[in-house]
């Protein structure tokens, strides 16, 4: 079927306008490792290098021929897809594999229970509504704790065994007492009630760093530190604290500052005082141990301790999301495990698919698993045969000979890193800083709103500078990068583990192509002119 020529503009056209605007409106007909082809005028395949590596999803690279050859043979098979309500036997292998990792980078043995999902925000949706519902039992609990001791010290004043302690209204700011034990603690018994509920109903809170991304969904949009993607759905979710990653102290502030207390009655030498109790306010503390869409920051290993510290002491549990970063791409599995960073939860995605299927995965520590929420929450495609077996592939390539890919990714990404330096070194002017670990990394540009070229100034000043590089990289040298989300003079690179020596050179002749264009302030260049 031909498609009309209004059909053709009905996909997200707005942002079709846009990528038409940069030169990054491309159609894309095959792909394999790093490269995707396109078609020129005459119909013949030009190969571009892809460094954007579906936002991080191809460690293993476009189309890897283990994968799609197992894909193939799993289709041929006639696997059931959909059997939802049945034994889940290849989802509870994939389990066990990723506990498996998980247990020789953690250095523990506790089991993760695994809830699969679908994509990256779905799987940190799961995560933060386990969290939840989690803490909203731990609410009940304490709830039914202070009523039974509530009905227990009203039995016990009206038996006549104890009395209210001499001052204890004094903290409602009212010392007034009738004399007559039994008013006197059901007027307590009230004040302690008009205290508790409004307390009881408030709306948990989130704890994140700054320039967090967690995905666009209504709920893990809340996580999304930048206030474009956030700031319209505020009214729709849960909110966040954000916490400056350069400030570990500000952790603790941020946590006292919205800490509360609800009231209990004690007994204590046959008189009854009034106790706190503290409020679980925080739902959870969901970082990425190195950010994508924020810049490509790099979480250091004293904020991770101070997150463990701070949430260890609130009993608050840390989801550590490792969609972007995890799967090898840091060098390790699990990019935390390099910053010592222990996760209740983890969420994993992008790579876990190998490029073909899409799966994500929450994976709850034990010690904090409701078994109930699997009552409550589902997917009707998660955790289905074809996807499973296609992550455990995924794992067995990872995993071959004693994790080599690991190695490999780590000393891919040196090379890279050294590339990346030492155009920054020539181009001081021009590039800012470069940041990452393993093959995720970053490279910031430095901004250009004082360009005395209006097209740059103007591109700089309205947020469309990277996209302009990103750009002008694919049209004049067939390498195509994007800049982050959240920070849009930084590009990111996530190519896969096969990333090779020339193709490494490739992008630096690119790179510093357009540092030149933009040291020389040449817009007609710059802009294809």
Same mark, same amino acid.
């Given at each position: 079927?031909?498609?009309?020529? =209004?059909?053709?503009?009905? +996909? ?73 309500? =049945? ?18 980078? %953690? ?6 229970? *695994? ?5 990256? +925000? ?12 989690? @803490? ?40 007034? @007492? ?9 007027? %307590?018994?009230?004040?302690?009630? @008009? ?23 209504? !709920? ?29 102290? +500000? ?18 030498? !046959? ?34 301790? *101070? ?44 790579? %876990? ?124 040298? !067939? ?29 630096? *002749? ?17 802009? !294809? *002119?």
């Amino acid at each position: 079927m031909n498609a009309t020529a =209004s059909e053709t503009g009905l +996909a997200e056209p707005h942002l079709a306008e846009v990528l038409a605007a940069v030169g990054l409106d491309v159609e894309y007909v095959r792909a394999e490792g790093n490269t995707l082809y396109r078609l020129d005028e005459e119909q013949r395949e030009v190969p571009v290098l892809d460094f954007v590596g579906g936002f991080g999803s191809l460690i293993l690279g476009h189309n890897h021929p283990e994968i799609v050859a197992f894909a193939q043979d799993l289709l041929r098979s006639r696997l059931p897809i959909h059997a939802q309500f =049945s034994r889940a036997p290849h989802a509870n292998r994939l389990a066990a594999a990723l506990n498996s990792v998980l247990s020789r980078e %953690l250095g523990d043995d506790e089991r993760y229970f *695994a809830i699969f999902a679908n994509s990256g +925000a779905e799987a940190v949706e799961a995560a933060v509504k386990h969290a939840e519902f989690d @803490r909203m039992l731990k609410v009940a609990a304490l709830s039914e704790e202070i009523n039974d001791h509530v009905a227990r010290v009203r039995a016990l004043v009206r038996d006549g065994l104890v009395v209210p302690a001499a001052g204890v209204h004094e903290r409602f700011g009212d010392a007034d @007492r009738s004399g007559d034990p039994v008013r006197d603690i059901e007027e %307590l018994i009230a004040r302690v009630d @008009r205290w508790n509920s409004p307390r009881l109903s408030r709306a948990p809170l989130f704890l994140a760093p700054e320039g967090a991304f967690h995905g666009k969904l209504v !709920g893990s949009v809340q996580l999304t530190h930048n206030e474009a993607f956030r700031t319209p759905f505020k009214a729709l979710a849960a909110q966040a604290r954000f916490v400056p990653l350069d400030q570990p102290e +500000a952790i603790r502030k941020t946590i006292d500052a919205e800490r509360t207390v609800l009231l209990d009655l004690a007994v204590e030498d !046959g008189t009854v005082t009034v106790v706190e109790r503290e409020f679980p306010v925080f739902c959870a503390f969901v970082l990425e141990p190195i950010q994508g869409e924020g810049g490509i920051n790099v979480v250091s290993r004293e904020f991770a301790e *101070a997150v463990r510290k701070a949430c260890d002491a609130i009993d608050c549990p840390v989801v550590v999301d490792e969609i972007q970063s995890g799967m090898g791409r840091s060098g390790a599995f699990l990019a935390s495990s390099l910053i010592g960073l222990r996760g209740d939860y983890y969420t994993l995605a992008k790579s %876990l698919g190998g490029g073909v299927a899409k799966t994500s995965v929450a994976l709850i520590r034990e010690s904090r698993y409701r078994k109930e929420f699997e009552l409550v929450h589902s997917s009707t495609f998660a955790k289905d045969g074809f996807s499973s077996l296609v992550a455990l592939k995924v794992l067995e390539l990872l995993e071959a000979d004693d994790g080599r890919l690991y190695r490999v990714v780590e000393e891919r990404g040196r090379s890279l890193r050294a590339m990346l330096d030492a155009v920054r070194a020539e181009f001081p002017d021009i590039l800012k800083d470069v940041r990452g670990a393993g093959l995720m990394l970053g490279v910031e540009f430095q901004d250009q709103s004082g360009s005395t070229a209006a097209t740059i100034q103007g591109l700089s000043r309205s947020g469309f500078l990277g996209y302009a590089v990103a750009g002008y990289l694919l049209r004049g040298h !067939g390498v195509r990068l994007f800049p982050t989300g959240s920070a849009a003079n930084t590009l990111r690179l996530e190519p896969s583990a096969g990333l090779t020596d020339a193709e490494i050179a490739q992008l630096e *002749a690119a790179l510093k192509d357009v540092c030149a264009v933009l040291r020389d302030q040449d817009e007609g260049r710059f802009m !294809g *002119a």
